[in-house]
T-cell receptor, first 117, second 111 residues
Framework: GAVVSQHPSRVICKSGTSVKIECRSLDFQATTMFWYRQFPKKSLMLMAT?????????EQGVEKDKFLINHASLTLSTLTVTSAHPEDSSFYIC?????????????FGNGTRLTVT | QKEVEQNSGPLSVPEGAIASLNCTYS??????FFWYRQYSGKSPELIMFIYSNGDKEDGRFTAQLNKASQYVSLLIRDSQPSDSATYLCAVNGGGAGKSTFGDGTTLTVKP
């Protein structure tokens, strides 16, 4: 069964609104979670590293004020796309390394397909 | 130069054949290497991971790592149509635990 749960799986919103995506580790504690974005037929682009109890680390070129990340507990990280625009439409995927070793394999959520109209 | 490079693909093999997927990486300090499979419209799922030089086998899948050549590959024996997907090579440099992904190779197994 899934070890990382991501919701919603699909969301359509109007331009200018905000959307929150949740990522939960189901049977393990995740002090670190990663948020990726994927465009059609392209690879995963790391947006940010979510750290429990501290600020997220954003990759170069990712607007931290637009993509708000909160990692309030050891099992939950959220990504909020603020004031969404059509160019934010994409497939967003969260992941977490299962064990305490950050180099262990990643377990991915099922992804959220965001469409901004 | 990209940090992780994969065969541009697409790769097409007949059912029952061996599919060979290749990946090179630029960071010599990389410590862990992964192959993920991604079906269209779905998120990636782990196929294999390898940390040491040599071969690692799991069922029909074999991962091969050569750190001196900065090369990692995935062999799929007895390929099945259900193996048709995009295969992503990912490399961890250690420390931050962030994986850098290649662009993926799309494999089609024809019945």
């Amino acid at each position: 069964g899934a070890v990382v749960s991501q919701h919603p799986s699909r969301v359509i919103c109007k331009s200018g609104t905000s959307v929150k995506i949740e990522c939960r580790s189901l049977d393990f504690q995740a002090t670190t979670m990663f948020w990726y974005r994927q465009f059609p037929k392209k690879s995963l682009m790391l947006m940010a590293t979510s750290n429990e109890g501290s600020k997220a680390t954003y990759e170069q070129g990712v607007e931290k004020d637009k993509f708000l990340i909160n990692h309030a507990s050891l099992t939950l990280s959220t990504l909020t796309v603020t004031s969404a625009h059509p160019e934010d439409s994409s497939f967003y995927i969260c992941s977490a390394p299962r064990t305490g070793d950050p180099n262990s394999p990643l377990h991915f959520g099922n992804g959220t397909r965001l469409t901004v109209t | 130069q990209k940090e992780v490079e994969q065969n541009s693909g697409p790769l097409s093999v007949p059912e029952g054949a061996i599919a060979s997927l290749n990946c090179t990486y630029s960071d010599r300090g990389s410590q862990s290497f992964f192959w993920y499979r991604q079906y269209s419209g779905k998120s990636p799922e782990l196929i294999m991971f390898i940390y040491s030089n040599g071969d690692k086998e799991d069922g029909r899948f074999t991962a091969q790592l050569n750190k001196a050549s900065q090369y990692v590959s995935l062999l799929i024996r007895d390929s099945q149509p259900s193996d048709s997907a995009t295969y992503l090579c990912a490399v961890n440099g250690g420390g931050a635990g962030k994986s850098t992904f290649g662009d993926g190779t799309t494999l089609t197994v024809k019945p």
